[in-house]
């Protein structure tokens, strides 16, 4: 049978939200002799799935190492896309291969490195070989991964122009422009 001392140390370790020295747990617990009683606790785990551990003069109670693997779990945080991303995204899906260079000539505005890594990291993009031209521009396309996400499958599958029309996707500005260079290319073919 456990001794009360064992079990108030098992009951205090176990709550404890961080591990915690001797002092505290005699002064938690009441028990005179934490030192021996700590030496009973260790003893009742050992080879046990959870075991008592001392790091730094504190003790806590921690899973066996041979088995923390069976505790991981992988987190996935959702993150938003920046305003950037979603366009550097959009041109590299629509235009890919295509190089940084190209990309911030079709945004107008230069893009940061983090842009370029938040989309490598989630597996959206991937580079894609080098141009052969002067400076060997790396360029970059889309993987599988970003047709599974947006569920496509494949690249034919992206909306076009009428689509994004009709869903309202596009910036009234834009349409605006658009109706100007189709009224302006009867006259460039005079």
């Known amino acids: 049978m456990i001794d009360i001392e064992v079990r108030a140390l098992e009951a205090t370790l176990f709550a404890a939200e961080q591990p915690m020295t001797p002092h505290e747990l005699a002064a938690a617990t009441g028990i005179a002799d934490v030192k021996s009683a700590l030496g ?3 003893d009742l785990y ?3 799935g ?3 551990v001392e790091r730094g003069g504190r003790w806590r109670l921690q899973t066996a190492p041979d088995l923390a ?3 991981r779990r992988e987190k996935v945080e959702p993150r938003k896309l920046s305003r950037a991303g979603i366009e550097t995204l959009a041109i ?3 235009h890919e291969p295509v190089s ?3 990309i911030e000539a079709i945004r107008g505005v230069q893009i940061s490195k983090g842009t370029l890594d938040a989309l490598l990291e989630a597996g959206w993009i991937r580079p894609a070989g080098r141009r052969e031209v002067p ?3 790396l360029t970059y396309a889309t993987t599988p991964a970003f047709l599974d996400h947006f569920g496509l499958s494949s690249r034919r599958d992206l909306p076009g122009i009428e689509d994004l029309k009709a869903a309202g996707l596009l910036d009234p500005i834009d349409l605006a422009l658009e109706q100007q260079l189709e ?3 009867p006259d460039e073919a005079d």
Do not use: F, M, N, S
């Open 92 to 94: 590299i899906a629509y």
């Open 69 to 71: 693997h069976l505790l």
């Open 100 to 102: 940084r260079a190209e």
């Open 40 to 42: 009973r606790l260790a």
């Open 183 to 185: 009224v302006a290319k």
């Open 46 to 48: 050992e080879g046990h």
């Open 135 to 137: 400076g060997r521009p």
């Open 50 to 52: 959870v075991e008592l």
